[in-house]
């Protein structure tokens, strides 16, 4: 049996006690369960937006083998199957082994430029539609003013032609085209 000495320590090593003359107690700490299941959570979230992104993509967080095509795989699979569950669980598991901060810096740089291209072709639409349904230069001269490196002969053409197709209710080819134009100018 052990002496109230001994508590906390292996036998053979030397007992410790703090400035009142208590012996020091050493336990484990273990690790909050809780703390454990939101962080898998949320690498196994992680590990379904991976599945999102395209092989680029991927190839740019410079994943290990093993994990960019398990991804690659459960890519392939049909979200309601066990396997493609399995597969997730797998991929999750190895990704708690290894550093994600490159990954969910390059992630949240993909979220961004899908959400700039998005605005960008609200924007280029409702300039489309805005210069197709006027019939001044009004508009034409509010989208020279924000966009100053515009051709403006090129931009009235293409005006022009989409007004005229919309009135003769033709195919649409130069409001396409126009858009095209906008965006590209959106973009810069």
């Not at 410079?62 to 795989?73: E, G, H, R």
């Not at 309601?80 to 708690?96: D, G, N, S, W």
């Not at 291209?117 to 210069?131: F, I, P, S, T």
């Not at 019939?135 to 001269?141: A, P, V, Y």
Request: charged content about 30%.
């Amino acid at each position: 049996m052990r002496d109230n000495n001994e508590v906390g320590y292996g036998g053979d090593e030397e007992p410790q006690y703090d400035e009142n003359g208590d012996l020091i107690a050493y336990y484990a700490i273990r690790p909050n369960k809780e703390q454990i299941k939101r962080d898998i959570a949320e690498i196994a979230t992680l590990a379904e937006e991976l599945t999102h992104v395209t092989e680029n993509q991927l190839t740019s967080m410079n994943l290990p083998d093993q994990i960019a095509s398990a991804i690659t795989a459960a890519k392939k699979m049909p979200s309601t199957k066990q396997a493609r569950k399995r597969q997730m669980k797998f991929i999750t598991a190895h990704l708690r082994n290894i550093e994600l901060d490159t990954v969910n810096e390059v992630l949240d740089r993909i979220k961004t430029k899908n959400a700039h291209g998005v605005r960008e072709h609200h924007q280029a639409e409702q300039w489309r539609d805005k210069l197709i349904a006027c019939e001044g230069n009004d508009e034409l001269t509010a989208l020279l003013n924000e966009q100053p490196t515009a051709d403006r002969q090129h931009l009235r053409q293409l005006q022009r032609n989409a007004q005229k197709e919309a009135k003769l209710e033709k195919p649409p080819k130069s409001s396409r085209l126009l858009y095209q134009y906008l965006k590209e100018l959106i973009s810069e």
